[in-house]
Antibody
C-alpha cells in the first residue's frame, strides 16, 4: 500500500525558513515524479513544485520560484521542500503527491502538514 | 497559464439526486489531460477521474466524466451520503499545473 507521510510543518515568522519532508513507502520512490501541492485556509488547491524521479529536473509555481527548493533522497525514500523567505500568504496545508507514471496528475497523496507564517 | 473555472461554487442537493459539475478552461487542455479529485475536510484529496473520463480505482460507476477542449463535466448520477465533498478539476496538459477553485457538493 502506498503511504506518504509529511512532516516538518509548524509556526514560523515572516522571512523565516522551514523544511518539509515526505516519507514514502509501499512503492519505489525513484520510479515516480513527486510534487508538493498546498491548500491555504478556506481556499482551493494550488500546485507548488514538482521533481522527476532522478531528481535532476525541477519545476516551480511562479509564487514560490526563487524561494522554495524541492529535492529528493531516493535512498531514504524521502521528498523534501526547503522553504525560505516565507510570507504570510505561504500559510497552508502542504501535501506531497505522487504522480501516476509521470503523467502530471496525482494518484496518491499524503495527509498534509500545516505551515503557518505569522509574527 | 491555463485558468480553470469551476461552477457552480456550491451545489445543494439531496441524496439520490444527480450532480453536474462544470470545469471550464481558459484555453484548450492538451490531450484532454484533465483530472478530478474529491476532497473531504481534514483528509487528503483522492484522485477520482483522469484523462477527462477515466475513473480511478475505488470509485463506483455513478461517477462519470466527459468533455474535451475547454469544457469538462463531472456527473454523479445518484448522490450517496459519502459523495458530499468538494471536487476539484486539474489540468496536466501544460505547465504550470493548475487546479480549479472547487465545487462544494453539500446536503440540501
Amino acid at each position: 500500500e502506498v503511504q506518504l507521510l509529511e512532516s516538518g510543518g509548524g509556526l514560523v515568522q515572516p522571512g523565516g525558513s522551514l523544511r518539509l519532508s515526505c516519507a514514502a513507502s509501499g512503492f519505489t520512490l525513484r520510479s515516480y515524479a513527486m510534487n508538493w501541492v498546498r491548500q491555504a485556509p478556506g481556499k482551493g488547491l494550488e500546485w507548488v513544485s514538482a521533481i522527476n524521479g532522478r531528481g535532476d529536473k525541477t519545476y516551480y509555481a511562479d509564487s514560490v520560484k526563487g524561494r522554495f527548493t524541492i529535492s529528493r533522497d531516493n535512498s531514504k525514500n524521502t521528498l523534501y521542500l526547503q522553504m525560505n523567505s516565507l510570507r504570510a500568504e505561504d500559510t497552508a496545508v502542504y501535501f506531497c503527491a505522487k504522480e501516476k507514471e509521470s503523467s502530471g496528475f496525482f494518484d496518491s497523496w499524503g495527509q498534509g502538514t500545516l505551515v503557518t507564517v505569522s509574527s | 497559464e491555463i485558468v480553470l473555472t469551476q461552477s457552480p461554487g456550491t451545489l445543494s442537493l439531496s441524496p439520490g439526486e444527480r450532480a453536474t459539475l462544470s470545469c471550464r478552461a481558459s484555453q484548450s487542455v492538451s490531450g484532454n489531460h484533465l483530472a478530478w479529485y474529491q476532497k473531504k475536510p481534514g483528509q487528503a484529496p483522492r484522485l477520482l477521474m483522469y484523462g477527462a473520463s477515466r475513473r480511478a480505482t475505488g470509485f463506483p460507476d455513478r461517477f462519470s466524466g466527459s468533455g474535451s477542449g475547454t469544457d469538462f463535466t463531472l456527473t454523479i448520477s445518484r448522490l450517496e451520503p459519502e459523495d458530499f465533498a468538494v471536487y476539484y478539476c486539474q489540468q496536466y496538459g501544460s505547465t504550470p499545473l493548475t487546479f480549479g477553485g472547487g465545487t462544494k457538493v453539500e446536503i440540501k
